[in-house]
């Protein structure tokens, strides 16, 4: 039995079937998720008897690490193989302001097939359970505590598409709050576009950020590089974000991989300023990461400059991000690419 995969009902009920007291479930969830420990003998409380047993009989999660990476701004990269063989990344990002974030995966390859990500050159393998999504998040923040600090946000932004594991994607979301005290405000999740989930996941009434990866601001650009657009293209995407906006009452944060020479340059700025009016925005720029499957190059710092300026010039807020662990392939998918290679 995977302790992170029962509810607290099933712990109280495994833990009483086995003859304990009650306060044991408390003593124990205390262990799984306020202190992150990853075995059973630093549950010091709990007496040598019953840790025994639960080492016998229950597991920490279902994730091993294959391969780990540092990098010298301190982001941890690691990647995972679930019992069932396929891999998965996620990534600490250590911030100058003491915020630390987790990426972490929703599926195991994707489906969507974006034409420059390498996890949608991969190809789909398997939804991750909800206990898989949220495990993740629940080992930075253990090692975390370990280290006196504190894992405060957390993006489902690492290889997979969110809402096309919706129960699972949006169960984690749930865990991440009630079991690691993350508030919805410190929550992002990040969609590809698919316009039924996030009318569905406005409706849920939480406060969790939202992000959507644009890249293109027209229908023909846009389906190119991702293939989902012909099927939810900009027009039916901006209403269910401007429906986003007002439900949740947070701007949608739109990402755009700057492409030199397809979708850098001042007028695709100009028309995405355009297909913002109207919408509650903050864009995130981000350097294309070259992957092997896609022959796109970064665009410069000078070109990224130059676009923040255009948008500027139409009041839309943007920054552009640094590549976090570029000396470590910590772009989606990419530490799998690697290590496969
Ligand atoms: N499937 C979701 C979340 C995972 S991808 C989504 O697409 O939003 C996380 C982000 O990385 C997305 O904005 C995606 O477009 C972006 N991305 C993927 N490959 C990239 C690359 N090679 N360079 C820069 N950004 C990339
Ligand atoms: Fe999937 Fe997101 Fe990559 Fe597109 S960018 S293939 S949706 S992981």
Redesign the pocket.
Known sequence: MDLYAASPEELEALLGSWGEPRFRTGQLRRWLYERGVASFEAMTDLPASLRRRLGDEASLGTLSVVAEQHSRDGTRKRLYRLATGERIESVLMPYGDGRNTACVSTQAG?A?G?T?????QMGFARSLTSAQILEQALRFSGELKAEGKRLSNVV???????FHNYEASLDAIRRLMSDLGIGARHITV???GLVPQIRRFAAEGLQVGL???L?AATDAQRSELMPVNRRWPLAELMAACRDYTEASGRRVTF?W?LIEGVNDDVRAARRLARLLRGVPAHVNL?P????RG?GGAPTGSGGAERFVATLAEAHVPATVRVRRGIDIDA???QLYASVKA
């Open positions: 994707c969507m974006c420059f990500c390498a996890t949608g489902l932004m690492g290889m997979g598409e969110p990040s969609t590809v992000a959507v990866s890249h990402e991989a981000i294309l990461n070259p992957t896609y772009g989606c998918g």
